[in-house]
């Protein structure tokens, strides 16, 4: 047995704990805007993992959820913006120039 595995076994972790808690790798995922619409209108993403709105309109647009907190401002035509989400939970957004674009992410 490893020096490492028993210093996790005496913590009261086992084996298996520590291998799930790294098991994920924070990833980028790419929201597009274009056509007044974000694309995928919906996403799972994890902790540490980084969400990237691109704005391939000719005009502005945001990522609003007031609930949850999460408020990019103009995003300009040709402009990006990221988020990285700090606790699980599921979240709606809108577009607050343009209100009927709606999507939704995930964080696990």
Known sequence: MSVAVLSLMLCGIGPGAAA??????????????DGT?????SLTVHLGDTIVWVNKDPFPHTVTSKSAGVESGAIAPGKSWKFKPTRKGDV?????????????????
């Open 37 to 41: 619409s974000f694309q995928p209108a």
């Open 92 to 108: 709606d957004y809108i577009c607050s120039f343009h209100t009927t674009m709606k999507a939704h992410f995930q964080v696990q």
């Open 20 to 33: 799930d808690a790294s098991a994920h790798k924070p990833i980028t995922h790419t929201v597009t805007i």
